[in-house]
């Protein structure tokens, strides 16, 4: 079968191939008969109707601007990742257990000596456009990119006393290894639903801190616009160009203060009798997956 997961340059989309090609050893390879959907918010990315066989393990639903995807009788529930996405599929409120990534408590991690009182994650689409660095190196803060080696992401994380993230999984892996987050939300609102289908997943309110968005190199910002709107860069470029003289004057002064000043923000965790519940439960559901899926020799 093959593992199904978003293959972005992004850390953690690299935790669904890490963690189920470790927990289920000879399971995956190219073979396009089953899809196994593991880690991400995928569920409503892809076409869940036709002949092959879909089995879905802690996914969450992601197509935030499109319907509900319905699921037909091909596709193989095992758990997802919250309330919201179990409402939205239709399927039974105790198939929503968390992300699966909760499942990296099976690894061994030694303990790590902390290094950073404070460590910050932008989204990837943020880093995309800013070099957020620049900003944490001023109110020191560590700056940990969500595009660096998923192992060297998950070490920096494990080495901060509390991490400030607006990448879902920067906070979601902070909690499992036990080490408060504050969330950070710069975008639209459209993302929200994630949060909330994880957070609920662990009886955790979320409510998120705002920062304003930063642009940075202006040709780089045209080319971003350009290349998702079509519009001709001799229109763009003088409206970038002023916002970028707001910014450098008011908006970055401001972005700066906002960040510093999350080092006083609300920190979250979730419970550790919850968290070790949803491990479980996710490592029995893994057990039920073999079981009812051997592995041919």
């Known amino acids: 079968m093959q593992l199904i997961y978003h293959e972005g340059n992004n850390f953690g989309d690299e935790l669904s191939p890490y963690i189920f ?34 089995i879905i393990f802690s996914s969450g639903f992601g197509n935030y601007m499109g319907k509900p995807a319905k699921l037909d009788d091909n ?12 409402r939205l599929l239709n399927i039974e409120k105790d198939k929503a257990i968390t992300d699966g990534a909760v499942l990296l ?8 000596e902390k290094k950073y009182p404070w460590s910050y994650i932008p989204h990837w689409s943020s880093e995309e456009i800013f070099s957020w660095k620049s900003l944490c190196d001023e109110v020191g803060i560590n700056y940990i990119s969500p595009t660096a080696d998923f192992q060297f ?45 994880w957070a609920q997943s662990l009886e955790i309110q979320y409510s998120p801190n705002l920062l304003p968005r930063q642009f940075g190199d202006t040709p780089v910002f045209v080319d971003k616009i350009q290349q998702r709107t ?6 763009l470029t003088p409206a970038v160009k002023t916002i970028a003289k707001i910014q450098n004057s ?27 519940s949803r491990y479980e439960q996710l490592l029995e559901k893994l057990d039920l997956f073999k079981k009812k899926y051997p592995l041919q020799q």
Request: net charge positive; aromatic share 12%; charged share 25%.
């Open 21 to 54: 090609k470790h927990l289920l050893p000879g399971y995956f390879d190219t073979n396009d008969e089953v899809y196994f959907y593991g880690i991400g918010s995928i569920i409503g990315e892809h076409n869940f109707h036709g002949i092959k066989k879909r």
């Open 75 to 86: 596709c193989d529930v095992f758990c997802v990742r919250g309330p919201i996405t179990a």
């Open 105 to 112: 408590k099976a690894f061994d991690y030694p303990e790590v």
């Open 153 to 197: 992401v998950i070490e920096e994380i494990r080495k901060s006393n509390v991490v400030i993230s607006e990448a879902m999984h920067g906070v979601i892996v902070s909690d499992i290894f036990r080490v408060p987050w504050i969330p950070v939300r710069t975008f639209s609102k459209k993302f929200d639903i994630k949060w909330h289908d």
């Open 230 to 235: 079509g519009i001709p860069r001799i229109l």
């Open 250 to 276: 008011t908006i970055r002064r401001f972005a700066r203060h906002q960040l510093g000043s999350l080092k006083h923000a609300r920190q979250y965790l979730s419970s550790d009798a919850v968290l070790t």
